[in-house]
């Protein structure tokens, strides 16, 4: 079974450009998450999606951040403009349903906002 | 408000012997524990779990221990080997919450040969 693919694994940008990450969940799997996970913390979630809905992004900065799903599998989280504190690693995850207890992470993308 | 908290961002084991990772939560509500393993430049990897009407789950080497009073649970690696040097996740969800976890900031364990 392949795993969660998300590209690109590092980018480096100056602070108010824009990025763009994305993800390829497990086949199968309708629950998507995005979590950004800051240097010595634990990953924080940003926004899930339930097929192409969003189910919660209460969590996500809204005025800079956006995500999207359209068609249920592929999902891309886009950051506009990037601040300095944006700088960490994005993780993908996925998960069979909503109620599924396990979820599975992509490798993560690593932002590096200068 | 950090629901779930690791207190030590750092262990060191000597191979062979057992390590023992810690993870505090204050929200009642959780009903399901995880712990993730993680290696640099990958993402974190389910290691187990364990439900809240249980008090001890094993598997293999790994043992996770639930104390719902004390809102404390604890991984045990017996016997540690060099391979398991990763950062380790407690994680927790509550019921309905669509399975959302929330993650404590993480251990680094270092098992020395």
């Known amino acids: 079974e392949a795993g969660v693919a998300q590209s690109p694994r590092y980018k480096i940008i100056e602070k108010r450009q824009s990025v763009a990450f994305w993800c390829n969940p497990i086949?199968?799997?309708?629950?998507l998450y995005w979590y950004q996970q800051i240097l010595g913390q634990g990953p924080k979630l940003l926004i899930q999606?339930?097929?192409?809905?969003?189910?919660?992004d209460s969590q996500l900065p809204k005025d800079r951040f956006s995500a999207e799903r359209l068609k249920g599998v592929d999902s891309t989280l886009k950051i506009q403009p990037a601040k300095l504190e944006d700088s960490a690693v994005y993780l993908c995850?996925?998960?069979f349903g909503s109620g599924a207890n396990v979820l599975t992470f992509g490798a993560g993308s690593r932002l590096t906002v200068l | 408000d950090q629901q779930v908290k690791q207190n030590s961002p750092s262990l060191s084991v000597q191979e062979g012997r057992i390590s023992i990772l810690n993870c505090d939560y204050t929200?009642?509500?959780?009903?399901?524990f995880l712990w993730y393993k993680k290696y640099p430049a990958e993402g974190p990897t389910f290691l187990i779990s364990?439900?809240?009407?249980?008090d001890k789950n094993e598997d293999g080497r790994f043992t996770v221990f639930l104390n719902k009073s004390a809102k404390h649970l604890s991984l045990h690696i017996v016997p540690s080997q060099p391979g398991d040097s990763a950062v380790y996740f407690c994680?927790?969800?509550?019921?309905?919450?669509?399975?959302?976890?929330?993650f404590g900031s993480g251990t680094q364990l270092t098992v020395l040969p």
């Open positions: 995850a996925s998960s």
């Open positions: 086949s199968g799997h309708a629950t």
């Open positions: 999606f339930q097929n192409n809905g969003v189910v919660d």
């Open positions: 929200n009642s509500m959780f009903d399901y």
């Open positions: 364990i439900s809240s009407i249980k």
């Open positions: 994680a927790a969800s509550v019921l309905g919450s669509a399975r959302q976890l929330t």
